[in-house]
């Protein structure tokens, strides 16, 4: 008996999916032209499209392809993306070390994907940072990158503790409260309409959100503290 035709089994959600690689894909093309703002940016979309996916999916039926297809595309988006960023920037300076760090964070996240995709089922808390937040802030701070002389040393640590995250068993909360998710989304908006304006508004918002994606890295900490 002939198999169903791959297209007919294609849902709603997998279409998210395949806008979040095809961005992602955008993203690579940037940063080959040397423009890490608008990769950034595209990330961002990126990572909203991710979440219209998961929105999709909890309402309507996986497809058979849904859950794998998930974690290719963001391992296009949040593994490849910051791993390429990562090494164009610090490869001026030590093209060995930046050969290094962007592996060590497209492996961490590759890991994690794999990891997510057998325990999701199983699991209400996330096991290890997701590596959505992990690349988007990563993205983020590249935009910071000339308003600071530390800016490589940061990126450096970044990548190296974020990676380490990515692969602990540190439990990370879904964040489904809806003033958050709503605050989160108009900055993400709000930061990606100021990246068509000139002026320095688009290195304010997307502070603003990198602030707010490290303060989710520090949640579990916070959450301990909170038990004390």
């Known amino acids: 008996m ?11 959600a997998d279409l998210a999916t395949l806008t979040n690689a095809t961005i992602g894909f955008s993203a690579i093309i940037s940063l080959i032209h040397q423009n890490f703002d608008c990769a950034a940016i595209l990330i961002i979309l990126a990572s909203i499209a991710d979440g219209v996916d998961g929105a999709i999916s909890r309402r309507c039926a996986y497809s058979s392809l849904g859950k794998h297809l998930d974690s290719l595309a963001d391992s296009i988006s949040f593994g490849m993306v910051p791993a390429t960023a990562t090494y164009l920037l610090i490869t001026p300076r030590n093209t060995v070390l930046a050969f290094a760090l962007a592996v060590l964070f497209l492996s961490c996240g590759l890991l994690r994907l794999a990891r997510f995709t057998t325990m999701r089922d199983r699991t209400v808390d996330f096991q290890g940072m997701p590596i959505t937040a992990a690349g988007l802030i990563i993205m ?11 800016f490589l040393q940061m990126l450096t640590s970044l990548i190296v503790i974020l990676s380490l995250l990515m692969v602990s068993r540190i439990t990370y909360p879904k964040v489904q409260n809806k003033r958050i998710i709503t605050l989160l989304g108009v900055t993400m908006i709000a930061t990606i309409l100021a990246y068509t304006q000139e002026g320095e508004m688009l290195h304010l918002l997307s502070g603003v959100l990198l ?10 900490a916070l959450k301990l503290t909170e038990r004390d």
């Open 211 to 220: 602030a707010m994606l490290l303060s989710y890295t520090l949640s579990p």
């Open 140 to 150: 983020l701070f590249t935009i910071q990158r000339e308003r600071t002389e530390l």
């Open 2 to 12: 002939d198999q169903e035709h791959i297209l007919y089994s294609i849902k709603k």
